[in-house]
């Protein structure tokens, strides 16, 4: 399932909680792409707490908590980190991450946690919704095969890496537009891992974020920056990256375009990929501002003089997906419409 679809079903989870039809969601996936990410995207989109809990680092006596005398009896020291209506609020999410990696007693704990919401005495508040996430046993994790006790406790979801709604993310973190421009010019190299080669660094939505931070960190110094980038996606990736970046030395002038000036588009390839991840960059920030029709006007306009229809309406559908309906109310963009109705294909946000 695409990170898009799967974050529409945990925000209906989310909200379905107040009317008592939560059913706890479990994510299976690799490594690398971005199945706490969206968890954590949901937890903010609500403003709601966020409690993370990985399983994996985890005893049992962790989770079901430690035995005391009171009264002659024996009771439960109910563990600080779980959901509390009073300290976390009313609502928010019980997140067990790594569950696939956490050993058969550590699970076993949490059968009656994730099913009946309450380790003994302890109850989970009820606006609280239950995700899981883990690792495949192909993925070369450490990985435990999940009991069927446990797995009948969920309803589960395969996260399936898309490369527009990783652009549509990438563009909303200012994620480096050289990074986005690559991947939509080599979109094979967005997860590319393979368990038989037990590689040390490969390319995944999580490492390419991390070659951003390097292109930031190593600007100044192009042989570290290489080797940097490499150390983030692999060396065959960042070989790539790396001559991609340099080659973006013969880009023409960004702001030429938005000002609607007749610019000449660039023959090759990849470094019309790099022109319209950075103007669907510019086209986000001008309309956060408030300020974006002229500009997405010019943009239209530079749009249809492209010479591969395919490459104005990819550039034109990332800014849709990155803006919204403002995109729609720009004067040029009926014009754009007509002119390209033959190759347009429409994707709902």
Not at 19 to 39: A, L
Not at 101 to 123: F, H, K, M, N, T
Not at 186 to 191: K, N, S
């Amino acid at each position: 399932m695409r990170p898009r679809h799967l974050q529409t079903i945990l925000e209906r989870e989310f909200a379905s909680a107040r009317d008592g039809h939560h059913t706890p969601v479990m994510i299976w996936g690799p490594p690398g792409v971005g199945k706490s990410e969206t968890v954590a995207l949901v937890a903010r989109n609500h403003n709601a707490p966020l409690i993370d809990i990985r399983l994996s680092q985890m005893e049992p006596s962790d989770l079901r908590g430690i035995p005391f005398r009171g009264d002659n009896l024996v009771e439960w020291a109910v563990p600080r980190m779980l959901p509390d209506a009073t300290r976390h609020g009313e609502s928010g999410i019980l997140f067990l991450d790594e569950i696939t990696s956490a050993s058969p007693a550590v699970s076993a704990a949490a059968y009656q946690l994730i099913l009946d919401r309450c380790l003994g005495e302890y109850e989970i508040p009820e606006g609280w919704v239950i995700f899981a996430a883990g690792n495949r046993q192909g993925d070369r994790g450490v990985t435990y095969s999940m009991p069927s006790p446990l797995a009948n406790r969920f309803t589960h979801y395969d996260f399936d890496v898309n490369l527009d709604d990783w652009v549509l993310w990438a563009h909303q973190n200012n994620i480096d537009e050289r990074v986005v421009a690559f991947l939509r010019f080599r979109p094979e190299l967005l997860f590319d891992f393979d368990p038989a080669q037990d590689p040390v660094a490969f390319p995944t939505p999580r490492s390419w974020e991390f070659a951003h931070r390097a292109l930031q960190k190593f600007e100044e110094n192009p042989e570290v920056r290489a080797d940097a980038l490499q150390g983030c996606v692999g060396k065959a990736a960042g070989i790539e990256l790396g001559a991609f970046v340099d080659n973006l030395l013969n880009l023409p002038d960004i702001n030429a375009i938005l000002r609607g000036e007749q610019v000449p588009i660039p023959e090759s390839i990849d470094l019309q990929y790099a022109v319209a991840s950075s103007l669907v960059g510019h086209a986000l920030r001008a309309t956060e501002k408030g300020d974006s029709q002229e500009l997405l006007g010019n943009i239209l306009d530079f749009a249809s003089r492209l010479p591969q229809a395919e490459m104005g309406v990819m550039l034109v559908s990332d800014i849709y997906r990155t803006v919204g309906e403002p995109l729609f109310s720009v004067p040029q963009f009926s014009q754009w419409a007509n002119q390209f109705a033959d190759v347009m294909l429409y994707d709902a946000k």
